[in-house]
């Protein structure tokens, strides 16, 4: 039998159609058809299913066949059976919970996490609409037509104005507005240094030529974009004073976050930071600076950018990934002036990257205060949720040391050796989303930094936060 649709909506409230086709027996096809269903996502949890009876009548196969597949699949876990509430899709953390010696055939997949406390995400929910559409609908009235040509690669001096006067106020950042170049985000900033080059020569289109000094422990979609560059890159070993720079020997740029080493957290010792620039003075190099969340500092000021030590000697990078949102793709360079022009060359004629709308908003976003504001109303929310966090470890599993918490949105769970595999395993079984720090792990970098979870506490909403964090201390390894 294939394809039939069993039309139970007065009894379920839910169509389901199944495909009971292939060799075996019909309880094997049926098993496997609504398994598919649940897998896939096609039968959401918690959804009712039909009651035996009707299931069969509207299949054709005898009643106990039906009986007979939906144990099966409440035995591994995916439906559930209660007296009184019939049988059900199982939520996703079932599987494990209800029987932990039955693995499942398949690995669950849902649309989504449950709790997602990947790092990386501002809480989306905290995009400040209202403010953004004043900004948009004030800079759209004010703009003048030429802003609605192709756009100039450098950015609309609007934004570059803004920029400077905000990089220099909050960031400790010295540069003037046409040192400043417009992109579409760090990820966009490392395409056009690096470009599309090779190990021996300049990069086509690019700036800059490797090797490249990156920290032991980073991103690796960074990694990634790098490689296939062809820009070699050499990992610093890190300890708790950040990356060790001293480390540094003949590559031709190093690439550091300093205020908040990601991902581990620690901002780069003050001595580093000078002796990192002295390299850069002696061998000619720059140093890149990746100022992913410099804003969120929660204890004291901010630490101020690198930049301000050498404005000849390093590029600053910044975007609004994690201070707005990161659908928005806008970034910006702050570069020594010999860069401005390659920079510039690399970009292209015309903007092809950063919508110029866009822009002229964020720089009325900027100049008007609102970004001011809305930074302050987010690293109030993100401290109170590191310390939700921090409060939750300490009566919950108290042996488990965090660090990393000073600034930033996410922070580090220090585990006993040998248990980041399993935890992060448990905790996605759990419907948690999270990493362990080896994910991070430059794979030539010959030191760990030991176990650990890196736990982003922007992401989920703010009614889900809770839960989230009551669920993570659920798994974590006992004491
Ligand atoms: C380490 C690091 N650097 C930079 C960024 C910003 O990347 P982009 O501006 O390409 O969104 C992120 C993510 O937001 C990050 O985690």
Same mark, same amino acid.
């Given at each position: 039998?294939? =394809? ?8 379920? =409230?839910?169509?389901?159609?199944? &495909? ?16 598919? *269903? ?23 196969? *005898? ?29 996703? *953390? ?22 997602? $406390?990947?790092? =990386? ?59 400043? +170049? ?9 395409r056009l240094l690096f470009g599309r080059g090779?190990?021996?020569g300049p990069a086509a289109g690019g700036v800059l ?20 560059a062809g ?6 070993? $890190? ?48 140093? $890149? ?5 410099? &804003? ?46 390659p920079v510039l060359a690399a970009k292209g004629?015309?903007?092809a ?35 939700? $966090? ?15 918490? *000073?600034?930033?949105?996410?922070? +580090? ?60 201390? =659920? ?5």
């Amino acid at each position: 039998m294939t =394809g039939s649709w069993v039309n139970s909506a007065e009894r379920i =409230g839910a169509d389901l159609h199944l &495909e009971l086709s292939g060799p075996g027996s019909r309880r094997a096809a049926l098993t496997g058809a609504l398994r598919e *269903a649940v897998r896939s996502g096609r039968l959401a949890p918690g959804t009712r299913l039909p009651p035996y009876r009707s299931l069969a009548a509207d299949l054709g196969v *005898a009643r106990n066949t039906v009986a007979d597949a939906y144990a099966e699949l409440v035995a591994e876990g995916w439906l559930t059976a209660r007296q009184g509430s019939g049988t059900r899709v199982a939520g996703r *953390a079932e599987p494990l919970g209800r029987n932990p010696r039955t693995p499942a055939k398949t690995p669950l997949r849902t649309r989504g996490p449950r709790y997602d $406390l990947r790092q =990386g995400t501002p809480d989306a929910s905290a995009f400040p609409r209202a403010a953004w559409t004043a900004s948009y609908r004030r800079a759209l009235q004010a703009a003048p037509n030429e802003a609605f040509g192709p756009g100039d690669p450098a950015g609309r001096p609007e934004l570059r104005r803004a920029l400077a006067e905000y990089l220099a106020r909050a960031r400790g950042v010295r540069t003037e507005p046409d040192r400043i +170049v417009i992109c579409s985000g760090f990820a966009h900033a490392l395409r056009l240094l690096f470009g599309r080059g090779t190990r021996d020569g300049p990069a086509a289109g690019g700036v800059l030529r490797g090797p490249l000094g990156v920290e032991g422990y980073g991103l690796g979609f960074h990694r990634d974009l790098l490689a296939a560059a062809g820009v070699r890159t050499v990992p610093l070993p $890190l300890d708790e004073h950040g990356a060790r720079v001293d480390a540094l020997g003949r590559e031709r740029a190093v690439l550091l976050t300093p205020a908040h080493q990601f991902p581990t957290g620690g901002p780069l010792h003050p001595e580093r930071r000078a002796a990192v620039i002295d390299w850069a003075r002696a061998r000619g190099a720059v140093v $890149l600076e990746d100022d992913y969340d410099g &804003e969120f500092r929660y204890d004291r000021r901010p630490v101020g950018a690198l930049q301000g030590l050498d404005p000849e000697r390093v590029i600053h990078i910044g975007s609004v990934s994690k201070s707005l949102s990161p659908a928005l793709r806008l970034g910006w360079m702050v570069l020594p002036q010999r860069y401005v022009g390659p920079v510039l060359a690399a970009k292209g004629e015309r903007e092809a990257w950063a919508s110029v709308l866009d822009q002229l908003a964020l720089a009325d976003f900027v100049a008007g205060g609102s970004y001011d504001r809305h930074v302050r109303r987010m690293r109030q929310q993100y401290r109170r949720r590191r310390d939700r $966090l921090v409060a939750a470890l300490a009566a919950q599993a108290p042996h488990i040391e965090v660090t990393g918490i *000073a600034a930033g949105l996410h922070a +580090v769970l220090r585990l006993p050796a040998g248990t980041e595999r399993s935890t992060v395993k448990a905790a996605a079984w759990q419907g948690i989303a999270l990493d362990g720090l080896a994910a991070f792990r430059h794979p030539q970098n010959p030191t760990a930094a030991g176990d650990g979870l890196v736990v982003g506490y922007a992401t989920p909403a703010e009614h889900a936060y809770g839960a989230a964090l009551e669920a993570l201390c =659920g798994v974590l390894p006992p004491g």
